[in-house]
């Protein structure tokens, strides 16, 4: 669908974090992540509420965060090649060191089980500096819109410019296709970490990678 939407691109300032944290818990509610580790609907959309704002402090400070403006429709979160493991500091700073707090014991160790696993397989298989997107959420009343290839660009602008790929990871099939429009490819396949998980497919997109076809590396 053609993008008609008249919404720029901006950085997101300190006042957007709380409601960008009720844009992408809206977003990602029926995640397979997220569901996952938090079956319960209402238990799921309050941790995402909390999760998503400190994720969205952690890229305001220290790489990237971008929002549709000026009506809050859509929010890309990065994490730059200067920024790959946060330190005891940088996690209190944002609220990332209460997680735990967040969530059940059971709800905590399905968390960790399953970023553990994509997080050392994105380190092994694309070792080097790199850009990260973290989140890309677009409301779900928006999105077709072509909300999200707005929210991507400028950061893939700005990793060819600097020669650097790009790597993310989805558990939603329905994404893929958006993803290698844009020049990611798939790296792996990773299966469920433990019953009721998803597949999980890691991504890398090259620098300078041309447009991609939607079929061309579809999920096997």
């Not at 989805?170 to 429009?181: G, I, M, V």
């Not at 792996?188 to 597949?199: S, T």
Request: hydrophobic share 45%.
């Amino acid at each position: 669908m053609p993008d008609h939407d008249p919404l720029a691109v901006v950085d997101v300032a300190p006042s957007d974090e709380p409601e960008v944290g009720r844009l992408l818990a809206r977003a990602f509610a029926d995640d397979p992540i997220f569901v996952f580790v938090e079956p319960a609907r209402a238990a799921r959309l309050e941790f995402l509420e909390r999760f998503m704002a400190a994720l969205t402090l952690r890229s305001r400070l220290y790489a990237t965060a971008l929002r549709t403006a000026p009506e809050l429709a859509g929010v890309s979160l990065w994490k730059g090649p200067d920024l790959r493991e946060m330190t005891p500091e940088q996690l209190a700073e944002t609220g990332l060191d209460r997680i735990d707090d967040w969530l059940t014991a059971a709800a905590a160790a399905r968390f960790e089980s399953l970023f553990d696993a994509v997080e050392a397989t994105l380190d092994a298989d694309v070792p080097g500096p790199r850009w990260y997107l973290g989140v890309l959420g677009v409301a779900p009343e928006r999105q077709g819109r072509g909300l999200g290839s707005r929210l991507l660009q400028p950061i893939l602008e700005q990793a060819d410019r600097d020669c650097l790929p790009v790597t993310l990871e989805t558990a939603q099939p329905r994404n893929l296709p958006l993803y290698q429009r844009h020049g990611f490819r798939i790296l792996r396949e990773l299966p469920p970490v433990a019953p009721g998980a998803p597949v999980v497919w890691t991504m890398r997109r090259p620098p300078g990678a041309p447009p991609g076809t939607a079929d061309s590396a579809g999920p096997r």
